[in-house]
């Protein structure tokens, strides 16, 4: 090779090493950049080259907290506060971007790193987000899912069953009020009024938790089809058992309720009433004693001194001929008590 050709050979080269290094560095500046302020939960502004670039954070979604016309999600406020302690305003940060960078709003849609922490996942393990995907963003969806795991066994955020606000918490308490309420029937009807209504509490607290319209509510939408679905089947299940247990302490109150109220106006009490045992029969009332009846027996004694009445074309019991058939005068008294009653001078006796 001769002198000329070595030296065009080192210019080429050179040229292309100043060329890879402008490169390199342009790539680097495009990937640096300085929070500004912090939007929401997974939004951040940061800029960029000079530029002001709102990223959406990839593969994490967090509460939402500033949408028009609707009310604050569960911990939507907390995960913005955690965000902007995590990226205060003048944090340095390193974008990472993956398969498609801009969404249907322009947003830029990226991964930050504060130096070697991967902010998108330490929001999902804090509990205040959860991962999702949306392809062909694909790229860091496992390790946000890996994040969310680690919450969830810790019960942090939006996993935990001590924030009110949350739905492992609403489950919780749900499912605590139905547990409670006795399987046993009450002995007295005011037990069994109260554990009726007992019923209707708690399932009524979860009935409210299941007819949450979740179709503004991404995040918590996404829980209950997902991480929290088989909490929710086990939800519906105890429902179902405490309405039936409802039912039968209903029942128990309206059978008795008429007897029970009649005997407190007969008696004038306001003491507990027992209430029968369902499984038995109700026990036949006692028949009357005929001792204590005024009423008297058709067939009655009659008086050893009166005498009996017959009648005169009554047939002798005795057929016999040869007997002497008894003189009507014989019968007089039989026949008619008063026949002899007149006394001389046709004055009453006075044993008439």
Do not use: W
């Not at 907290?65 to 955690?82: I, N, V």
């Not at 305003?89 to 709003?105: C, F, I, M, P, S």
């Not at 005929?290 to 074309?313: A, D, H, I, L």
């Not at 026949?339 to 009453?348: D, I, L, V």
């Amino acid at each position: 090779m001769t002198k000329k050709a070595i030296g065009v050979s080192l210019l080429v080269a050179g040229a292309m090493a100043v060329g890879a290094t402008a490169f390199t560095s342009s790539s680097a500046s495009e990937h640096r950049g300085t929070v500004i302020p912090v939007i929401d939960g997974d939004t951040v502004d940061i800029m960029v080259s000079g530029a002001k670039t709102r990223s959406q954070l990839l593969n994490v979604a967090t509460p939402q907290t500033k949408q028009p016309q609707r009310s604050a999600e569960c911990l939507g406020p907390e995960a913005a506060e955690f965000l902007e302690r995590t990226l205060p305003a003048g944090q340095k940060v390193t974008l990472e971007h993956d398969a498609q960078r801009t969404d249907h709003e322009g947003q830029t849609l990226a991964v930050v790193y504060k130096a070697d922490q991967l902010i998108n996942s330490e929001i999902a393990a804090q509990g205040f987000g959860i991962a999702i995907k949306f392809d062909p963003n694909t790229k860091f969806h496992e390790q946000v899912s890996q994040a969310q795991r680690e919450a969830e066994s810790a019960e942090r955020g939006l996993f935990s069953t001590k924030i009110a606000c949350t739905i492992p918490a609403q489950i919780n308490d749900a499912m605590k009020a139905m547990h409670s309420v006795p399987v046993e029937l009450g002995q007295t009807v005011e037990q069994a009024d109260a554990r009726a209504q007992q019923a209707a509490a708690g399932r009524a607290a979860a009935d409210a938790l299941q007819a949450q319209d979740r179709k503004e509510q991404l995040v918590s939408a996404a829980l209950a089809e997902d991480s929290l679905a088989p909490a929710l089947e086990d939800l519906a299940e105890t429902i179902e058992q405490t309405a039936d247990l409802e039912i039968q302490h209903e029942q128990q109150v309206a059978t008795p309720s008429k007897k029970v109220n009649a005997g407190r106006k007969a008696a004038g009490k306001q003491s507990p009433t027992q209430l029968p045992e369902e499984s038995k029969a109700e026990e036949p009332r006692p028949k009357k004693s005929q001792t204590n009846s005024p009423r008297k027996s058709k067939k009655q004694s009659q008086p050893e001194n009166q005498p009996k009445r017959v009648n005169p074309n009554r047939k002798p019991v005795n057929d016999n001929p040869l007997e002497q058939k008894p003189s009507r005068e014989h019968l007089g008294s039989r026949v008619n008590p008063r026949a002899n009653c007149e006394a001389p001078n046709g004055q009453s006796s006075k044993n008439c």
